[in-house]
């Protein structure tokens, strides 16, 4: 399961598109993901959202998406 766990915070790392992200799921429990940007918009942190003990990680990217812009940054973690 840990392979999982970095294809997912690999391919943010990438910059994956919208479309990529939200057809990403928990390993564990199949839930959907939760993605916090941090304001100065290259660092993220996702998690599961049916429960963050499941998934939890923070990660970065020199390029991140152009849709980052438009996730929430108050939930940074």
């Not at 943010?12 to 939760?34: D, I, N």
Request: charged fraction near 20%; aromatic fraction near 10%; glycine fraction near 10%.
């Amino acid at each position: 399961m840990k392979e999982e766990y970095e294809q997912i915070k690999s391919a943010l790392a990438a910059g994956c598109s919208q479309a990529q992200f939200q057809s990403m799921k928990c390993p564990k429990c199949g839930g959907g993901l939760v993605l916090s940007v941090h304001p100065k918009g290259q660092q993220f942190h996702v998690r599961c959202s049916v429960d963050s003990t499941h998934l939890s990680m923070h990660g970065e990217t020199g390029n991140p998406p152009e849709w980052w812009s438009q996730v929430d940054k108050l939930g940074w973690y």
